[in-house]
């Protein structure tokens, strides 16, 4: 299925591509953004060029000047949801005060995240997709993740450091607890109602702080 | 990509078709298995009858006179996950002393599931695949969560009632909590290393053990 093999700068071929003008900037996001919705619904491996060449309006060989593969593409792809999840869930959540209100503004825009995606999270469903095939796009599924863990980790950190939650919580750990609730509120989402899961999600987050409360808090 | 509606008793088809001899339910053994094993890497959606067909060894008609319709097999390839599901993780649970001893089986059963399914789970997979499909599939896939669900929060409420966890223990919610630490350790590993994940899940369980755990115990 793979028509090209990686370059290695895969994020940055659109930077580096003959097309990069400003109307080839306009032409590579429209691409794009056609490519998020196809992969939000068929994953990254349903990805292909014909038939994304054929929805754009373009020739397969004007989609490749603009991507020089289709694993680049599926990279570009992968990037822009990590991009708009942490638009969604981080970005507006720095605004509020550092510490416990900060968590928790993450944690209730991520579940806002979940209700804009129920069709289908690139991100999620790349990991399911990914987990048995090594290379390029294992190593950027495991990246974001990996990125995004260490995010929820500092926010507890400082949750740590203003007195909130014990000064023994190990943050990694609270951060695997955090994806651990939007796992199973995403899950139960999918098969039933979602302000339920929404309800047992919130309720979950409140058994876990019980152990992380600082008893001076 | 359906060849055949279904007839709505997709379960039964092999016990009323024909082919419900002694070595009409052998093939038919041999085919489902084929048939699992390629769900586990490619979903339910990945199953077809032609390449299915070729990898046993017989026509298509043939594989039909067991299967009256792709969707039959797939609904039959769903069952057989969530039998051995059931035989992996609660069945031997049934064994240890009721109350949290069992409830731990259980959760060490599934991650021991999770090891040997590395390479990809047919009902983890299928509740993304369903999703958005409203059909006799997704309603399975539903009912074999809702029935899992209830399995957990009956263990969780065997060991209220040995005095283990507190009086006022939300069982069904206790099932969600339980339900996601198996996601987040699935997940974990998927993207990383899997004892490291299972150390992070019995963790998680000891945490939410605090709130749940009886003052009395």
């Known amino acids: 299925m793979r028509s090209h093999e990686t ?14 003008t400003s109307k080839g900037a306009a032409t590579r996001d429209i691409i794009l953004e056609r490519a998020y919705m196809i992969a939000a619904s068929a994953g990254l ?8 060449a054929d929805a754009v309006g373009m020739s397969k060989s004007g989609v490749f000047a603009h991507f020089g593969s289709r694993e680049d593409l599926q990279l570009a792809v ?3 949801a990590a991009t708009r999840f942490g638009e969604h869930t981080l970005v507006p959540a720095l605004r509020v005060q550092r510490g416990l209100p900060r968590l928790k503004a993450i944690l209730g825009n991520w579940f806002e995240w979940l209700r804009r995606d129920r069709g289908g999270c690139v ?23 990996q990125r995004w863990q260490a995010e929820l980790a500092r926010a ?9 939650l014990r000064p023994d919580t190990d943050a990694a750990q609270f951060a695997f607890e955090l ?7 995403q899950h ?10 929404f309800a047992r999600g919130h309720r979950m987050f409140g058994h876990l702080l019980e152990h992380y409360l600082s008893r001076n808090a």
Request: aromatic share 2%; no cysteine.
């Open 188 to 197: 139960d989402a999918a098969l039933s109602d979602l302000d339920a899961a």
């Open 78 to 80: 992968l990037d822009m």
């Open 156 to 164: 507890v950190q400082l949750a740590v450091e203003a007195g909130e």
């Open 7 to 20: 370059n290695g700068r895969a994020i940055h071929a659109g930077m580096i591509s003959p097309a990069a």
């Open 179 to 185: 994806n651990s609730i939007a796992l199973a509120v």
């Open 123 to 145: 991100l999620l469903t790349a990991v399911s997709e990914y987990d048995d095939r090594p290379g390029p796009l294992r190593e950027r599924v495991v990246a974001h993740h």
């Open 45 to 52: 491996e349903g990805l292909s060029i014909g038939p994304l």
